[in-house]
T-cell receptor
Framework: DSGVTQTPKHLITATGQRVTLRCSPR?????VYWYQQSLDQGLQFLIQ???????AKGNILERFSAQQFPDLHSELNLSSLELGDSALYFC????????????FGSGTRLTVV | EDQVTQSPEALRLQEGESSSLNCSYT??????LFWYRQDPGKGPEFLFT???AGEEKEKERLKATLTKKESFLHITAPKPEDSATYLC??????????????FGKGTLLTVNP
């Protein structure tokens, strides 16, 4: 157990729908990162939150959004889902200082049918 | 833009047959280079962080080294349980609290008994 909790583990939904993925960071970590992993693209950075504020954006589609709540858990919202959004979505957390890398959760596997 | 290229894409070894994985990178000021291990359907698991050229880190049968342009992950006398995808990532000296990692696509290592 890495200490980073992601729910749900699996999600199957239809095209055009909206889903919410949840992440609870490791205790004491202030930063949360979201990554998408597909077979052809590898791990792609989506977005970072630090203590409730958005800090960096990567290749995140406009249909996707995220937020970090006062208790530091984060949610990634995916809307108007397309078949190509099927992927593993990982959350990671870090203390936010020192740059010593970070810890990943076990991921949510999203399948859009 | 930060870039990471890993080679080979896949490597098949016999148990006990030592080899190396390569990670070439370009980054605007390296803050750290990271190696992760990822098992199928799981989140990446942290292995090493390297910060400066010439640095080496070891853990069991794995040894990571760093130069100004690339990193190597040496695997000595591998066992079947070392089979996994090995991911390399770089963290740029971006300033502030942006600790985004840029990942390579990974090397799929298979160790046959």
């Amino acid at each position: 157990d890495s200490g980073v909790t992601q729910t749900p583990k699996h999600l199957i939904t239809a095209t055009g729908q909206r889903v919410t993925l949840r992440c609870s960071p490791r205790s004491g970590d202030l930063s949360v990162y979201w990554y998408q992993q597909s077979l052809d693209q590898g791990l792609q950075f989506l977005i970072q939150y630090y203590n409730g504020e958005e800090r960096a954006k990567g290749n995140i589609l406009e249909r996707f959004s995220a937020q970090q709540f006062p208790d530091l858990h984060s949610e990634l919202n995916l809307s108007s889902l397309e078949l190509g959004d099927s992927a593993l979505y990982f959350c990671a957390s870090s203390a936010g200082t020192g740059g010593f890398g970070y810890t990943f959760g076990s991921g949510t596997r999203l399948t859009v049918v | 833009e930060d870039q990471v290229t890993q080679s080979p894409e896949a490597l098949r070894l016999q148990e006990g047959e030592s080899s190396s994985l390569n990670c070439s990178y370009t980054v605007s000021g390296l803050r750290g280079l990271f190696w992760y291990r990822q098992d199928p359907g799981k989140g990446p698991e942290f292995l090493f962080t390297l910060y400066s050229a010439g640095e080496e880190k070891e853990k069991e049968r794995l040894k990571a080294t760093l130069t100004k342009k690339e990193s190597f992950l040496h695997i000595t006398a591998p066992k079947p349980e070392d089979s996994a995808t090995y991911l390399c990532a770089v963290q740029a000296r971006s300033g502030g609290s942006n600790y985004k990692l840029t990942f390579g696509k990974g090397t799929l290592l298979t160790v046959n008994p």
